[in-house]
């Protein structure tokens, strides 16, 4: 899938098709309107439709010059998206957290969430460490990013390894949803997107 080809709605974002070290990129930045966390802030792919399966894409992460201090480079996939933006799941990550000299910092390096009333905030103080776990990686690097998702399950792999940094047994809006896919990014990011597959389980 060439992501230049999609057809792209900003939700809660502004999207842009860049050069970035010489190639062609969506580049995705939340509209700073939004305050609240994990929202949906994404590029949404308007002819996706997404069950189960396999999305894989590169991404890449810096922080805006104006970014608050938690901005952490949140960058990531937002999957089944009701056709309203009412509902949706994502995986995504924080690439400052990979290395940080803070042990609970890097252990919050990656982060499930389900919008509206699942978000990271919810998971901590229910599920502490269970939707969230470490992995390597940092700013401004780019980082080959596979979820798949089959039923009220998904994983989660990073850098094209075998095994996931995170798993979830227990997608919050069940197991017969479908959807849309959108490129996700949070606070002080400023993401870009390239090389997107999404392809049956």
């Known amino acids: 899938m060439n992501l230049l080809d999609e057809k792209m709605s900003a939700v809660g974002s502004d999207v842009a098709l860049v050069t970035f070290d010489g190639e062609q990129v969506v580049r995705v930045i939340k509209d ?12 949404k792919l308007t002819t996706s439709d997404f069950g189960d399966g396999i999305i894989e894409v590169k991404v890449l992460s810096r922080l805006l010059p104006d970014a608050p201090d938690h901005a952490r480079g949140f ?12 509902t949706f799941e994502s995986l995504y990550i ?15 390096s990656t982060q499930y969430f389900a919008y509206p009333d699942f978000k990271y905030m919810h998971s901590r103080a229910t599920n502490p460490g269970e939707y969230e776990s470490y992995a390597d990686m940092t ?5 080959a990013v596979k979820i798949i998702v089959k039923g009220r399950k998904a994983k989660l792999h990073l ?3 075998e095994q996931p940094v995170l798993v979830v047994n227990d997608l919050k809006h ?5 959807g849309q896919v959108g490129l996700w990014v949070d606070i002080g990011t400023e993401g870009f997107f390239k090389d997107l597959t999404i392809s049956p389980y």
């Not at 700073?32 to 590029?43: F, S």
């Not at 924080?94 to 919050?108: A, E, M, Y």
């Not at 700013?139 to 980082?143: P, T, V």
Request: zero cysteines.
């Open 159 to 161: 850098h094209n390894q």
């Open 139 to 143: 700013l401004n690097e780019r980082i």
């Open 75 to 86: 960058i990531g996939i937002a999957f089944r998206i009701a056709p309203d933006d009412s």
């Open 174 to 178: 069940g197991s017969d949803n479908s």
């Open 94 to 108: 924080r690439p400052t957290n990979g290395r940080s000299d803070v042990q609970l910092r890097r252990n919050r």
């Open 32 to 43: 700073k309107t939004i305050v609240e966390d994990d929202e949906p802030t994404y590029a």
